[in-house]
């Protein structure tokens, strides 16, 4: 007689995507705060029309303007609202390094089941709180320092250190995705999305094939 778990579904395991987004002041220029809203629920619509019995897809986002804080707790894809984000303020991203880092330590919430994380950044200039602490701790220690890490800095005239911050907290052999105009912000996303997409319905999903693989932008 054939055990009765044979005849039972698997729970998909869960594939998070952490995003840092910036929200600080500038953002209001050149309308990028609102191609930013616009491309992230874009992604989300496209992640809930997946559907594949070995991966689910969940999403938590954090943002650094102002004050940083948790504006989406990791929730399934198919369950995230529409969103709507809005820019004030300075640029703290080292607060909001450590809010993600302390929710991807947390294995009440991140699972031993889980697969490797994608955690992806997005900033149009500098930092200006006390942010390399968080930054190495991040990258370097536990949990956090195994996520798979994308970037996409904005604008034309992006600071060669914020480049290089960016390119940093970017895993190895991802380029640094540029939007140097506010309506490329989306091609980064859709890059994003066709990726999870492969990722979700390969044969190993805690793989991750390079994403960036050329100057998309221009």
């Not at 943002?63 to 709507?84: A, D």
Request: contains cysteine; hydrophobic residues 35%.
């Amino acid at each position: 007689m054939k055990d009765y778990n044979e005849f039972t579904f698997q729970t998909p395991r869960t594939l998070p995507i952490v995003m840092l987004l910036d929200t600080s002041g500038s953002m209001m220029e050149d309308c990028k705060i609102d191609e930013l809203t616009n491309s992230v629920n874009e992604m989300v619509n496209k992640m809930k029309e997946l559907d594949d019995p070995k991966a689910s897809v969940s999403l938590a986002i954090f943002t650094f303007g102002g004050n940083p804080k948790e504006f989406l707790k990791l929730t399934p894809i198919q369950n995230v609202p529409c969103l709507s984000f809005e820019a004030a303020g300075n640029t703290p991203l080292g607060g909001c390094l450590k809010l993600a880092k302390e929710m991807i330590e947390n294995k009440d919430i991140i699972t031993s089941r889980t697969y490797r994380p994608v955690v992806l950044l997005v900033s149009d200039g500098m930092p200006n709180d006390d942010w390399a602490p968080a930054f190495i701790d991040f990258k370097t220690n536990g949990r956090s320092s195994k996520c798979y890490c994308l970037s996409m800095g904005i604008g034309k005239d992006l600071p060669q250190a914020s480049l290089d911050i960016l390119q940093k907290f970017s895993s190895a052999n991802e380029p640094v995705f540029v939007a140097k105009e506010a309506k490329d912000i989306h091609k980064f996303f859709s890059l994003v999305s066709i990726s999870v997409t492969n990722r979700t319905t390969s044969q190993n999903p805690n793989s991750f094939s390079t994403v960036i693989k050329t100057n998309e932008q221009n």
